[in-house]
């Protein structure tokens, strides 16, 4: 049986994630004699993360003391307080906040101040999510962050009360979550105002990848498992067709009579997915 393997067109580094790694590599290159730290995982994969450890690039929690040098604040943004933190311990900072995510602080902050209930529709323990609330935060405490309908219903009555509703998403979070949040909240608002603040790149992935895997007979998905992007792409395909989430080719071996009884295969990845990290596994599908 010839196997026919399909890779999807939008598949692994967006354009936020790629301008973080590439910027963050040529500031080591261009300032060898400072020390380069980034401030939690630059993107959620770890081979990206070895790749900047032996480079020199330091992934820390909190910033040394001791110590000065340049400090990168990652692609899914930071608060207000940590650039402070940043600027009192006497370190250069490098924002490569993702110009997208910067969109949604925006718009959060800006829903705020107009009086607005603010809606984060994401996961609370998220990076992302965790600055969008902080930046909002400054101008008015009326936030909810609900990844979920189920996490809305237990704030109803004060949803209701406030009648005033506005809602960002994350940037990563599936088209899907973001209207059945919205169509809870319409029956509850006097006035409802909605940023669609999913970025294109994602949207564009999960379109592609949910017709890639309409003619398919199996899907693998390659991606951090910390990734929201990647887990939301399985997801939406595990109701389309069998899909399997791997973070590299090592694991297709746990699911080689699954692969071996497919003849279509469709491939995509996570926007924190290296492209060799992506061929590695087209490769190893090629050999079964």
Do not use: W
């Amino acid at each position: 049986m010839k196997r026919n393997i399909k890779l999807a067109k939008h598949a692994g580094f967006c354009y936020g994630v790629k301008r973080a790694v590439l910027t963050t590599k040529k500031l080591k290159a261009e300032n060898s004699d400072k020390e380069i730290f980034v401030l939690g995982e630059l993107i959620h994969n770890s081979h990206v993360i070895n790749e900047l450890s032996q480079l020199g690039i330091h992934t820390v929690d909190e910033l040394p003391k001791d110590k000065t040098g340049i400090c990168v604040v990652r692609s899914h943004g930071a608060s207000p307080k940590i650039f402070e933190d940043i600027k009192a311990k006497g370190y250069e900072t490098v924002d490569l906040t993702c110009p997208d995510v910067k969109k949604v602080q925006q718009k959060a902050i800006q829903l705020v101040q107009e009086g607005f209930m603010l809606v984060i529709v994401g996961k609370p323990e998220h990076p992302e999510v965790c600055a969008i609330k902080a930046n909002a935060q400054i101008h008015g405490e009326n936030i909810i962050v609900a990844p979920d309908v189920q996490t809305l219903i237990h704030f109803e009555q004060e949803l209701k009360e406030h009648k005033k509703i506005g809602v960002v998403v994350q940037t990563t979070q599936r088209i899907e979550n973001l209207k059945s949040v919205v169509d809870y909240l319409v029956p509850l608002a006097k006035e409802l105002k909605v940023f669609n603040t999913i970025c294109a790149s994602t949207s564009l992935r999960q379109t592609e990848a949910r017709n890639l895997a309409k003619e398919s007979d199996l899907m693998v998905v390659v991606g951090s498992k910390k990734s929201a992007n990647t887990t939301h792409l399985a997801e939406i395909l595990t109701d389309i067709t069998p899909t399997i989430h791997i973070e590299t080719d090592e694991e297709l071996k746990n699911f080689e009579d699954l692969i071996k009884k497919s003849q279509n295969i469709g491939v995509t990845a996570g926007a924190s997915t290296p492209d060799a990290i992506i061929e590695n596994v087209i490769e190893k599908l090629n050999q079964y």
